[in-house]
């Protein structure tokens, strides 16, 4: 069973796993393999569900042996698509659902008594890996291209990736353990799951916590309710994206618009938010506001001005670079935004639809304790009963 289901849980689609037990000597079609998996990702659903319930009712005890030192926790979202069931074969009544994911890592860092990096790091101020970076985060969110720089930036990497995050820099926190939690419900759902994993390995007893996240309303509903006590720290690769499209699409002159981004870059990565949003209301009266209930183009200036200008504004409190460098915090969602990228390379597909719900909620759980670094999968399955109808001998 742990093997059925682990090729479940980790290969591209049911078929593939079952031509690859079929390789070791196990011959099983797809169908079962799904089944399986199917009815150990409702278990698995169930033990989250029940961490959550007892942390409500102040039963739930660390799991852990070693209270961690240092925390983090980081959410995100991704997207998969979902048909209704009872159906029928084909797909029926289709539908984009939005899968909340929670990362919670235990980190090593140390702390600096002055800023250890007060200047951004180069790969922040390389043309063409920026607009390459802004161009994924879009395609992360559904949103357009990134605007083009004209600019005649020196040759670099072909690529931007999760190791442009200032956390690989030396003085970064580095990963120890991670786990996650994954769901399709909302976030007043989400919350208390995310809550039931953090307190069963003891991330409100750690002396430092920081938790990461995008500029979405309802993660930091998520962190004043459930993670109080931890740093609010908002994703610095989103202020780049609000930073690099609202310099590229200004009235000014082309040959202005790198340095300017560059200028806003430095001021959000020192601290000097308040700067760049003053700025900014300057650049929105010099391009004009977006006319009530009117929806405009993506790439509209008056658009575009005003959501960096909102998203700055609003994120502020929880934009103090400095500091966190400082206390040795993360001060991007990478681990989050790679771990959904592993979800995705499971659960996306373009022939890929998931039962609504239980399919796509059983899927999600068996990744997530695939890709969770303490050997819950194994464990669960020790821990699992046998069929209650098969006879057993001594």
Not at 100 to 111: D, M, N
């Amino acid at each position: 069973m742990q093997c059925i289901v682990s090729a479940g849980a980790k290969l591209h689609s049911f078929a593939d796993a079952a031509f690859a037990l079929g390789l070791a000597g196990l011959s099983i079609s797809a169908r079962h393999v799904q089944e399986l998996t199917q009815q150990v990702g409702k278990e698995l659903g169930g033990v989250r569900d029940a961490k959550a319930h007892q942390r409500r009712c102040r039963q739930l005890r660390p799991e852990v042996t070693v209270t961690p030192q240092m925390v983090a926790v980081e959410v995100d979202g991704g997207r998969l698509r979902t048909r209704a069931c009872a159906c029928g074969r084909g797909v029926h009544q289709p539908e984009n659902k939005e899968d909340k994911i929670a990362c919670l890592v235990t980190l090593q860092s140390q702390e600096h008594p002055e800023d250890p990096q007060p200047q951004p790091p180069p790969s922040f101020l390389k043309p063409r890996r920026i607009q390459r970076l802004v161009q994924q985060m879009h395609g992360l969110v559904g949103g357009e291209s990134a605007p083009e720089t004209t600019a005649n930036p020196a040759p670099d990497e072909d690529s931007a990736s999760s190791s442009d995050a200032p956390e690989t820099e030396p003085w970064g926190p580095r990963r120890l353990v991670r786990t996650c939690v994954a769901s399709l419900e909302n976030s007043r759902a989400f919350g208390p799951m995310m809550a039931g994993e953090a307190q069963a390995r003891d991330f409100y007893a750690a002396s430092r916590g920081a938790f990461v996240a995008d500029g979405q309303a309802y993660n930091w509903t998520i962190q004043r309710g459930y993670f109080p006590d931890f740093v609010p720290i908002v994703d610095f690769l989103h202020v780049i994206c609000y930073l690099y499209t609202a310099a590229h699409t200004s009235t000014r002159d082309e040959s202005q618009r790198w340095p300017q981004y560059v200028a806003w870059l430095r001021a959000c990565w020192q601290g000097r938010v308040v700067e760049v949003v003053a700025e900014l209301e300057k650049e929105q009266a010099a391009v004009g506001r977006p006319p009530p209930g009117e929806t405009l183009a993506a790439n509209d200036p008056r658009r575009v001005v005003a959501e960096a200008l909102s998203y700055l504004s609003h994120n502020a409190e929880r934009m103090d670079y400095p500091r966190y460098r400082r206390l040795g915090l993360p001060t991007t969602s990478s681990l989050v935004e790679s771990l959904v990228g592993e979800f995705n390379a499971r659960v996306k597909g373009p022939t890929k639809f998931w039962n609504r719900p239980d399919g796509a909620e059983a899927i999600l759980q068996v990744r997530a304790a695939l890709l969770s670094e303490d050997s819950r999968l194994e464990r669960h399955f020790a821990n699992r009963p046998g069929s209650p109808y098969r006879r057993r001998t001594s």
